[in-house]
């Protein structure tokens, strides 16, 4: 039985509080780079490379009455997409590794000069790119026209010379990467695709420094998790199809009848149009999240509809189909990874030796992190000591405020005023501007002469970016991200964050 997905999704309909990713190109659609400044990845020979693997031999899905299926019976496509998934590691462990040597050699050449990482890479690359003009930036839009359909002129103008900066900065920092790698021996330690690689080992050394593997190992955590998880996910949703077509084929055969006529009777025939009142409803209820008045998306909204009713009856008859049938899955999702996520220094709410640790990485900018910050609130208290909970910085590049509010959050913690500042920056979200901020300080009654010297003079700059680099190790590219006793929550509710506490409670607290 195919399944036909609604042919427009004009409104994303959560029930728990939606994420928002970090965004560096905008919406044209091209490959993501890295949510802070950070040099690019520069290709470099990788000892040891490994000759193309033969084509994996097939794995078994679901079994159906009987009849096993597998990757074989996939189609060829989705078949040579899932068994790419070794050869994507491999990428992304040289890419990791290459991240690594850059991010060394960046150290190396910021203690030379006696300064941070992040001043060089200010004054090397940051402070240099230049703007886009107004004719680079129509001549970008006239070429990507289909990316920017449906965007007003004012937004498509900024996502472009959003994203011709981030051309430009990316190749200024191959440029500086590569000034580095010229004057600073690099020497390859242990072959990074060793089996069973010990984190201890010295995977390179630069300028006489030795990178240990314990840190590529836990940036890739995450990467691998999320690899195996799509791989995962894609074998799922087409199995399920398989499940769903050979049931339809046997209640075919059973009534004598061909199965056209089933999803005709059961679905087609029974799909109806919706009413004026029912499209009306719909917009009322999500008007926040569509662009454009009723008149001009109505055609939309009623198709909309109209497939949405299609597939809540696909899935009934699928449900009817598979009340009486014998299917046993195969396949198994992967687990997630417990990472080592360090609390660093961080504003700390509860006992020290609570045995559930929650970290939050968030960007005080960020609606989600908004919304997203009640829920937390109240969820905690009803655990009392039993948790503790830690503040991270992760300001997203593409709201302008962020980094200098994550500043002031951590300017107000030096006077113990943290949580009551952090909440008033997600009630004044519009206002963060830094005469804002310093007005929050004075609400609260801080020093404002000791507080305004720490914002001016970019005192937590150092510590803000430390979290965002953590924050990357451990694969956050998004706010909020929670992790409970090392384990990220895949989907933000109460809900969730309380199973995961209660789920957490039950297992050793790992070291962190």
């Given amino acids: 039985m195919k399944k036909i997905a609604p042919l427009l999704l004009i409104v994303a309909l959560w029930s728990a509080v939606p994420g928002q990713t970090a965004k560096r190109r905008g919406a044209v659609r091209k490959p993501n780079v890295t949510t802070t400044p ?38 060829p496509a989705v078949r040579q ?9 491999a990428e992304a462990r040289r890419n990791v590794f290459e991240l690594q040597i850059n991010t060394a050699l960046l150290e190396v050449e910021a203690k030379k000069r006696r300064i941070d990482s992040h001043r060089l890479y200010e004054l090397e690359v940051s402070s240099r790119v230049p703007a886009a003009t107004p004719a680079q930036i129509k001549k970008f839009l006239e070429a990507n026209q289909q990316e920017f ?11 472009a010379a959003a994203y011709l900066h981030d051309e430009a900065e990316n190749k200024l920092a191959d440029d500086l990467v590569n000034r580095l790698r010229k004057s600073n021996p690099v020497v390859m330690g242990v072959d990074i695709n060793s089996p069973n690689l010990n984190p201890a080992a010295v995977i ?6 030795p990178l240990k593997a314990e ?22 949703q087409r199995a399920e199809q398989l499940v769903d077509d050979t049931l339809l084929l046997e209640e075919a055969r059973r009534r004598q009848i061909g199965p056209e006529q089933i999803i005709r009777s059961e679905i087609s025939d029974k799909v109806r149009n919706p009413t004026e009142e029912e499209v009306a409803k719909f917009y009322s209820d999500n008007k926040a999240r569509i662009s454009g008045d009723l008149n001009s998306v109505r055609n939309q909204v009623a198709l909309y509809l109209q497939n949405e009713s299609r597939r809540r009856l696909e899935k009934d008859l699928s449900a009817r189909l598979r009340k009486n049938a014998n299917i046993q899955w195969l396949i198994t999702e992967p687990a997630q990874p417990i990472q080592n996520v360090s609390v660093d220094d961080d504003p700390v709410r509860g006992d020290a030796n609570a045995p559930i640790t929650i970290v939050e990485f968030t960007d005080f900018q960020c609606p989600a992190c908004a919304a997203m910050h009640p829920v937390l609130e109240d969820v905690l208290k009803s655990y009392g000591n039993k948790v503790r909970f830690v503040v991270r910085d992760f300001p997203l590049n593409q709201h302008e405020h962020a980094r200098k509010a994550a500043e002031a959050a951590n300017a107000a913690n030096a006077q113990g005023k943290f949580f009551e500042y952090i909440t008033l920056l997600f009630k004044n979200q519009k206002a963060l501007d830094v005469p804002s901020l310093k007005k929050y300080a004075s609400e609260l009654g801080l020093d404002r002469a000791r507080f305004d010297a720490a914002l001016d003079r970019g005192v937590f700059a150092a510590e803000v970016q430390k979290d965002v680099t953590d924050g990357e190790m451990y694969g956050v590219g998004s706010t909020p991200t929670i992790f409970v006793n090392g384990v990220q929550l895949r989907t933000l509710s109460a809900e969730v964050l309380k199973e995961a506490i209660d789920r957490a ?8």
């Fill in 81 to 89: 997409e899932l068994e790419r998934l070794d050869d994507k590691i």
């Fill in 204 to 209: 390179a050394t630069v300028a006489g420094q």
């Fill in 505 to 512: 409670a039950a297992k050793p607290s790992p070291s962190q």
């Fill in 38 to 75: 950070q040099p690019k990845p520069v290709a470099q020979p990788t000892p040891n490379i490994q000759p193309p693997r033969p084509p994996a031999a097939p794995a078994s899905l679901v079994v159906v009455n009987g009849q096993t299926f597998t990757t074989a019976d996939l189609d």
């Fill in 149 to 159: 359909e449906g965007m007003t002129p004012e937004v498509a103008n900024r996502q």
């Fill in 215 to 236: 840190t590529l190992l836990e940036r890739l955590k995450p990467i691998i998790y999320r690899l195996k998880l799509e791989a995962y996910e894609l074998s799922k």
